[in-house]
């Protein structure tokens, strides 16, 4: 077995290993796999020399970004004007670029270690703390296919309202080492067992634990999926039966206490918008007692442009991203980032970033907390005044991946910010997933994807405060640093006694 996976054929499984690892997301679920890819990752770095390690880590990097993020593609395609050579080389230039991550962790790892019987635990933290990096700070961050997600609906769900993604992850990462370590230390395999189970068993005694209680009575809210093709969006000819389309479906639902729309959901600026659309629509729903949150482009005086979420109703408010999408509302690396999408034809806008501080928006008595599309895939982001919120609003437009695998893996993100937060999460795409959750992550009302579709419950204004919204993800990645600093010092007194 040891000269196998030193063999090229081990290269070959850790490519497989990484397509096993992505299997255990959205949509496919198979939650187990993770455990057993990552185990397998760490039994092929036994023993390699760095070099190999590295692209040992790559190869398994390639699998895992290869399958998950093809997604990319679709994006570049979505306006049938950009071919598909230079689409696809991009693509797999993208999925190469997050596949050196997993290459770095595997680095790491095998320069770190000083104990057989440790190394599982700089394992834990090598791979979680090269998540952190690549989740928080790479291109304003990138916390795709993070291993916490695949586990929303596992035991180990249980420690995400305490823990958070990362501390959750490095719980998995651990059972994932121990795992392997079962097979290489027969003298403490009982132990490492042991170690796996209670922490499974852990996690399901916390998973029944309520953390937040409910806060006033039942709101009720509708969702309005549009389901607008992504390339007749902004076409100036198409505003006004979008504009149609949406009052419609929000005049059918006056006895919601909330509407919602989705990201951008009118094609065009407040300004453009303002008087003969928004006042009047304003004005029918304030006679109608509700709120409608809806979303568009805003260009301040200054000729800044921001993709924003305005409520219309009795207290008119306006909330501006603050964390801007990469190659999507800014372009990094220019000029040559610029230049390859002109190529295809894509125009982007070039968006300004909201303040950080930014006043929660308020509906039917209650204030909550707003994302905009790829804004719930932070953590901490979420929970930023979350002690004053009773719910959380995100809107999105994932119309730019349809047919992809995309919808749902950042419908599963969305949910882990339910539970790390103890809130209801009302979230409202363009094509989906629409969906509302409750405080435990749970999918309550879900809209068909595709579909032009209006979901309607009544969800429950929480109060409280989770473990994790009190703590962040600080404790988790300082305990991580002092693994790894230990480990660094233990390496140092080693080599000082040869």
Known sequence: MEKLLKSVWGDVFAVIAGILFTLSFSPFDFSFLVFFALAFFRLSLIDLTVKRAVLRGFLFGFGIFGLGVSWVFASMVVNEQAGFALPMFLTLLYCSFWAIFPAISAYLYVKLP?????????????????????????????????IAYSQLDS???????????????????????????????????????LGIISLFSLGAILKSVDWVTVSGNPVKVSLIQGNIAQKDKWAVENRNLTLKQYYDDSVAHWQSDVIIWPETAIPAYFEDVKEDYLLPLEREAIEHNTDIITSLPYKDKAGKLYNSVLVLGAERAMYKKIHLLPFGEYLPWQPVSGYLLGLMNVRLGDFSSGKVDQPLLKVAGHHFVTSICYEDAFGEQSIHQVEQARFLVNVTNDGWFDGSIEPYQHMQIARMRALESGRYLLRVTNTGVSAIVDEKGKIIRQAPVMERAVITSDIKPMSGLTPYARIGNKPIILLIALILFCSLVGRYFLKSKD
């Open 114 to 146: 000083v104990s057989n019987r440790l190394d599982w635990l700089v394992f834990s933290s090598v791979w979680i703390l090269v998540e952190y990096i690549r989740g928080e700070w790479v291109l304003g961050g990138f916390p795709w296919l993070q």
């Open 155 to 193: 035991p180990l769900s249980g420690y995400i309202p305490v823990l958070g993604a990362y501390g959750t992850g490095l719980i998995m990462a651990m059972i994932s080492a121990l795992l392997i370590q079962v097979l290489l230390d027969k003298k403490f395999r009982k132990v490492y067992l």
